[in-house]
């Protein structure tokens, strides 16, 4: 599945819906599709309300009902999957709600708009620990990213006045889906949700300051410097998450500054879900895998003008997980 936090564009305010990404370009309104599953087909008595409790308006909470939630999404989609075409078109919810949305309807939020925390890593690519002409760590090494930083797929990202030097860094992105602590490697896939795209966009000049204190928190937490998306995929789709092509665009220059893929990981996921969880992890939390080689910040001879500026469109791709885009402004 890969599952959205929507909204609709235009109208009144709503509250972000849960939805899943049917097809190329039909948003699923999750909830009461499986009301309209749980009447229908497993003749439930009050379907809104069970519906309700396991599919919740937001993902975090979707996710903290487990895999009853998960399977009765499941059986949802597969159920309406079977619907014939003609009248899927016209299918509307029992309270005559609609049930399908297209893409150009719709604004993707990321799927996790406000993650509990962000265990986001340093140094975790081959290629960029290379670039950075440093060892290879011996056990992982990270931070926490404010989830406040967080923001949409598609969303302006404000150039900040506090930097002069904004980098980017496309990172893979593992979201836990149950509560865990002191996880083992072999059991730590069972605490994986899904698979999203995060920019961990970074003030450099503001981290060359933090470091000499050893420490980094604002340089990598900036209003917008998270953006996320465009969807969660479900682990079931990805065949090996360890051997995903990573790409990362600016603008329509001719090669991407950012080429690579996570078979360049150092410290892999369950590594990195065993060595993390000796703080407990709960369900919406995220750990990032560190960003491959390609950022600003190294290249050679001038990084000065690899930098971000208000303008640029910025584009970061991995195989399986779609993208994101977001312009500076």
Known sequence: MKLVTFGLKGGKARQPMVGVLLDKDIILNLQPAAALYLKKLEKEKDPYLLAGQLIPADLVGFLKQGKAAMNLARRTIKAIAKWPKAEKKSLKGLRREPLFFPLSRVVLKAPVPRPGKIIAMGLNFRDHAAENKVPIPEMPVGFLKASSAVIGPYDPVPYPQSTRQLDYEIELSIVIGKKGKDIPKEKAFDYVAGYTIMNDLSARDIQAQEMEKRLILLAKSLDAFGPMGPYLVTPDEIADPHNLGMELWVNKESEPRQKSSTN?????????????????????????????????????????????????????????????????V
């Open 264 to 328: 360049q990981l150092i410290f892999r996921i369950p590594d990195l879900i065993a060595y993390w969880s000796k703080m407990t992890l709960e369900p919406g939390d995220v750990i990032t895998s560190g960003t491959p080689g390609g950022v600003a910040l190294f290249r050679q001879p001038d990084p000065e003008g690899w930098f971000l500026k208000p303008g640029d469109v910025v584009e970061a791709k991995i195989e399986s997980l779609g993208f994101i885009r977001n312009t500076i």
